[in-house]
């Protein structure tokens, strides 16, 4: 996994998979649609939408579909600015009933515009979903609130079964990958995340293929372990569009397996590591095992 200068466009045959489709995912497609809710599966071009619509899973985006930051990796479109929707609560808890979700993952687009960084929005949702689906667990992806702490507590408060912020890429990419985030500040977020509530498992999520050594990959893992982060995710980074960052490597699932390996060696309590894994992917599975673990 040495850095490289050259860009890959051909896909592997490991990259390849068949879409499937069928009642299931229509369902739920028509259901979104028609509640008037975004997904990060269909605004981010998820390699794993078909599999998880037909799983009736799927990764809810609050506060509109687009985000004050212009990170060069990903695919939800830039401002201008919606206004928040107050009803979009109840329509997230109440699609999650209809979808009968046991686990739901609340994300966002950054919302710098906000004054809390919409905490306060995504503490509405996980109340709503309290009420609407109480046994349903809740996962959520958050921003990093510009390094905010009392933001942070307030969705932490609101009581989340597991918090993720993806740290994304290694420190020396940031500047091209994600101009407008700081590396340490959302190191930081995970270890105060731990330190308030350590019942809530910590997760973060890495993408390699942007020219990252695997130094710089064990390097960033342990600055995870050190911010107290227990669920650990890596994937494949896939250019959505010529406009966006190229991938540099096409990493073969041997070298997932080896850096899943490695981790779980370094002491996180649960990784998914493959081509097509991403955050949320198999989150209720990897939540499940972390507390397994801790009983």
Same mark, same amino acid.
């Given at each position: 996994?040495?850095?490289?200068?050259?860009?890959?466009? !051909?896909?592997?045959?490991?990259?390849?998979?068949?879409?499937?489709?069928?009642?299931?995912?229509?369902?739920?497609?028509?259901?979104?649609?028609?509640?008037?809710?975004?997904?990060?599966?269909?605004?981010?071009?998820?390699?794993?939408?078909?599999?998880?619509?037909? =799983?009736?899973?799927?990764?809810?985006?609050?506060?509109?579909? !687009?985000?004050?930051?212009?990170?060069?990796?990903?695919?939800?479109?830039?401002?201008?600015?919606?206004?928040?929707?107050?009803?979009?609560?109840? !329509?997230?808890?109440?699609?999650?009933?209809?979808?009968?979700?046991?686990?739901?993952?609340?994300?966002?687009?950054?919302?710098?515009?906000?004054?809390?960084?919409?905490?306060?929005?995504?503490?509405?949702?996980?109340?709503? /979903?309290?009420?609407?689906?109480?046994?349903?667990?809740?996962?959520?992806?958050i921003p990093?609130?510009?390094?905010?702490a009392d933001?942070?507590?307030?969705?932490l408060d609101?009581?989340?079964?597991? /918090?993720?912020?993806?740290?994304?890429?290694?420190?020396?990419?940031?500047?091209?990958? !994600?101009?407008?985030?700081?590396?340490?500040?959302?190191?930081?977020?995970?270890?105060?995340?731990?330190?308030?509530?350590?019942?809530?498992?910590?997760?973060?999520?890495?993408?390699?293929?942007?020219?990252?050594?695997?130094?710089?990959?064990?390097?960033?893992?342990?600055?995870?372990?050190?911010?107290?982060? =227990?669920?650990?995710?890596?994937?494949?980074?896939?250019?959505?569009?010529?406009?966006?960052?190229?991938? =540099?490597?096409?990493?073969?699932?041997?070298?997932?397996?080896?850096?899943?390996?490695?981790? /779980?060696?370094?002491?996180?309590?649960?990784?998914?590591?493959?081509?097509?894994?991403?955050?949320?992917?198999?989150?209720?599975?990897?939540?499940?095992?972390?507390?397994?673990?801790?009983?």
């Amino acid at each position: 996994m040495n850095q490289t200068t050259h860009t890959c466009t !051909r896909k592997p045959i490991w990259l390849k998979r068949n879409l499937p489709t069928g009642p299931t995912y229509e369902k739920i497609r028509t259901l979104l649609h028609k509640s008037n809710l975004n997904t990060v599966c269909q605004e981010a071009k998820c390699p794993n939408l078909w599999e998880c619509f037909s =799983k009736k899973t799927a990764t809810f985006l609050i506060m509109g579909a !687009r985000c004050t930051r212009n990170c060069r990796f990903c695919n939800i479109d830039q401002g201008p600015m919606e206004a928040l929707d107050p009803d979009e609560p109840q !329509r997230v808890a109440m699609a999650v009933k209809e979808m009968g979700l046991r686990y739901a993952v609340i994300t966002s687009v950054t919302r710098d515009d906000l004054a809390d960084g919409g905490a306060g929005h995504f503490a509405a949702v996980i109340k709503a /979903l309290r009420e609407q689906v109480p046994h349903a667990l809740i996962e959520v992806l958050i921003p990093d609130f510009q390094g905010d702490a009392d933001a942070l507590h307030t969705v932490l408060d609101a009581g989340p079964d597991v /918090l993720n912020h993806n740290i994304e890429t290694v420190p020396r990419l940031y500047p091209i990958a !994600r101009p407008q985030a700081i590396y340490r500040r959302s190191l930081e977020l995970i270890d105060r995340a731990a330190a308030y509530n350590p019942s809530i498992p910590g997760k973060s999520g890495l993408m390699v293929g942007l020219g990252e050594t695997v130094d710089e990959i064990q390097t960033t893992m342990q600055d995870l372990l050190t911010a107290n982060c =227990k669920i650990l995710t890596i994937g494949q980074y896939l250019q959505p569009s010529k406009a966006h960052l190229p991938v =540099k490597r096409f990493v073969p699932p041997e070298e997932f397996e080896a850096l899943g390996k490695t981790a /779980l060696e370094m002491g996180f309590a649960e990784v998914a590591s493959g081509p097509f894994v991403r955050s949320s992917y198999q989150a209720k599975d990897l939540y499940e095992a972390v507390k397994n673990c801790a009983l």
